[in-house]
């Protein structure tokens, strides 16, 4: 991972292109396949990436190349994470966590057993699996500098 001195607001497809060690081509499909990547463009009609942008191509990468993720799968993913609410997207649809009568392996984004949990617990297991996502995400974004 290239260390840059000095950090930028917006960077031009190529610096991401090199930052991210993906071709051009690939980063332009990647816009087309995920919902949530929509870099901004300039007044020259240039796209303009934002480090929000780099950390999400970082982690539609490892979901692709390193963790063997189709597109679909991977687009899955990224769909039934909502960090701002309680709620996952599953099919298309919006599903409201019921945490009172739920499965461990529906709180967990990371699998788990079969067997019913209580509030407490679901909870708990809810607030582990954040803390693992964010060390995740801390990990990503300390590749950026």
Known sequence: MKNFSMKKLYYSIS??????????YVLRYWETEFEQLKPAKNSSGNRIY???????????KKLLKEEKYTIEGAKKILRSYNASSD???????MKVLDVNKTKSSELSLFGGSEQEVTAGEGEQKIVDDLKEIRKFLEELYNQLD
């Open 15 to 24: 610096e991401v292109s090199r930052i991210t060690d993906l071709e051009q």
């Open 50 to 60: 934002t480090n929000k942008d780099i950390k999400l191509i970082l982690f539609i």
């Open 87 to 93: 709620e996952t997207k599953e099919e298309g649809e």
